[in-house]
């Protein structure tokens, strides 16, 4: 009878071994399933996979850490209504002016012209900006996802006129109906032209959620909620939005930066904020003649719009390579 034992080409018998290399011998032994070792690949959900895309983007993540700073700084180094901030010196009061008003150690930002603190004047007008600008950027995401979303899952004469519409207010100049819209709405204080500022500045997102939602609606998991009879209502909100996701968050982040800088021309050219209010746009008019002889007075309101824009911008960059489905599958 032959012998069942294996050999090898140099004629030794040896003994089949089994391997668990990559597998918990305790948990075989013990009739279990194999664990994964640490070094193992991992399976991450839709949402790991986007935060962990995010938070590897440096210039995303350090630009988040610098505008969460301006942010903190602005709103708590003068305070916000009743709440007192930690800085000494109240944006509204006069103090004696030392010589021109230049940059000290008590005056880290210097002095206007009649002698206020200009580190609380641009703290109180970086304030404003902020709220602005999110608050148009909420606006115009809101207005232009519901108008794309409808354009693009219902289409006929409904796409129609909302695309129209749509093109109507991209063909008229931007700053020109935000300025005719902002000093109507100027009296109204910073909420009246931030809503404004939000109904004339949807229209980019409008394009690209009916785009998105336009590919969506073909999709068979869309396909099946309709023969199923679900409500066309429900498979927007429950089905195609959710995957339209990506884009209404890169945008509607892009869309913040827009606002500053927008709010910052108005206030800029007389149809922003107006006073007793005061914004990073309205100190820059208010003391662009200084520009030559006091130059921090139009330098640090111009550092801290330059400031948040470009981290909005580089958040949004951020965002639109995490939510890119193109980009590889990230691992450890």
């Given at each position: ?20 290399a ?30 962990r ?34 800085w ?6 006069q ?8 940059p000290?150690?008590?005056y ?24 602005i ?19 693009g ?10 695309m ?17 819209l902002?000093?109507?709405?100027g009296?109204s204080?910073?909420w ?32 099946a909620a ?5 409500s ?6 429950r ?59 139009f ?8 400031t ?13 390579d995490?939510?890119d ?8």
């Amino acid at each position: 009878m032959n012998d069942i034992r294996n050999s090898n080409p140099g004629g030794e018998d040896y003994e089949p071994q089994v391997s668990v290399a990559g597998t918990d011998a305790v948990g075989l032994a013990a009739g279990g399933s194999a664990a994964p070792l640490p070094g193992e690949d991992k399976s991450y959900s839709q949402g790991q996979l986007v935060a962990r895309r995010f938070f590897r983007h440096r210039g995303a993540l350090t630009a988040m850490i610098v505008l969460g700073i301006v942010i903190v700084v602005a709103f708590t180094s003068i305070g916000v209504g009743p709440i007192p901030g930690w800085w000494p010196k109240d944006y509204t009061l006069q103090y004696d002016k030392i010589g021109d008003g230049a940059p000290t150690w008590a005056y880290p930002f210097g002095q206007d012209t009649g002698g206020k603190d200009y580190f609380a004047l641009v703290m109180r007008g970086t304030q404003f900006s902020i709220i602005i600008a999110f608050a148009v950027g909420i606006i115009s995401t809101v207005v232009g996802t519901v108008i794309g979303a409808l354009a693009g899952f219902y289409r006929g004469w409904l796409e129609a006129v909302l695309m129209r519409m749509t093109d109507v207010f991209i063909v008229i100049p931007l700053l020109a109906v935000a300025a005719v819209l902002g000093r109507m709405a100027g009296e109204s204080g910073i909420w009246g032209l931030a809503f404004v500022l939000g109904l004339v500045t949807w229209t980019s997102l409008a394009r690209l959620v009916r785009g998105e939602v336009l590919s969506l609606r073909e999709r068979d998991f869309v396909l099946a909620a309709q023969a199923v009879g679900t409500s066309a209502w429900r498979i927007i909100t429950r089905h195609v939005l959710p995957n339209a996701i990506g884009v209404v968050i890169v945008s509607a982040t892009l869309s913040i930066s827009t606002a500053i800088l927008l709010e910052t021309s108005l206030s800029f050219l007389g149809f922003g904020v107006q006073a007793p209010d005061t914004s990073l746009g309205t100190l820059i008019n208010e003391y662009q003649s200084a520009f030559s002889t006091r130059p921090w007075l139009f330098w640090w309101p111009g550092l801290m719009i330059l400031t948040i824009a470009l981290c909005v911008n580089f958040i949004g960059d951020g965002l639109r390579d995490a939510f890119d489905p193109r980009q590889n599958r990230t691992k450890d």
